[in-house]
């Protein structure tokens, strides 16, 4: 659906994209973390056709996003910014069909709205709160229907319940087989809800797969704590490093590490699942 190959983008002198190479599948959530200045933003203003690459081929459908404009719906945070006017959801979708030269179908914007939760809600969208803004954004985003949704830091600011209404649309518009790509910095919402992720370090694919086959790279994938006595059969056999009463054991191979204790022995077993964010931090700290 979505492949770059051998992109590279520079600002002036300074190199911001070095032969990137991804691909994106048909009807997948796909994101892209990094640390700030790693290149995120910059490679989806590349695929929608803002900024041109340097050098490489960006494309939809097979087709050269240079020489034929994507149907691409575009969110951007730098984009989220809010109106005052007095109108309804209902309204500023009537005013951005025009924009997006569609046809202003009142029944099919009804449904939008119904889709992202703010049908049959009158009140003025300057009174929105946050969340509400972020629902209206997604409804601007479907109102097109372009298969592919480019969304930059689609988080970004939400307090914890518009985040889970987020993930739900995103869900949504999955379902609606659209083909999702975004950046952000909230791990455990990337992990919650993209099929494949790429770690992006100064403009380069550090990794990508699905969110297993990253924690597979991990040396260990549980951390967990024990209080107990007598545990020489597991230090000796497991990393591990002791903090006061506890023990904290790094384990590969779960059902090996619970064979191999005594429960005669223990008071106290926490096991925890390392999660995306362990494997962001280690391969940046390797780096």
Known sequence: MITAKNISISYGKHEVIRNLSFNVEKSEIYGIIGPNGAGKTTILRALTGIILPDQGVMSVDGKNVVVHKPKIAVLFEVAMSRTFLRITAEEDLMFYSVLYDVEVDRERIKEILRVVGLHGINKYVYKFSRGMWQRLYFARVLLPDFPVVVLDEP?????????????ALLKKMKEMQKTIILTA????????????????DKGKNVVEGDVEELLDRLEWRYEVKISGDNLKNLTNKFKYRGKGR???FYVKNLREFIESIDVSTIYE???????????????LTKK
């Open 155 to 167: 988080w970004l600011g939400l307090d914890v319940a518009a985040q889970r209404e987020t993930i």
């Open 269 to 283: 077993i926490d096991v925890k699942p390392l999660s995306l964010e362990e494997v962001y931090i280690s391969l």
């Open 246 to 248: 506890y023990h904290y």
């Open 185 to 200: 910095h909230e791990m455990p919402l990337i992990e919650r809800i993209c099929d494949r992720v790429m770690v992006l």
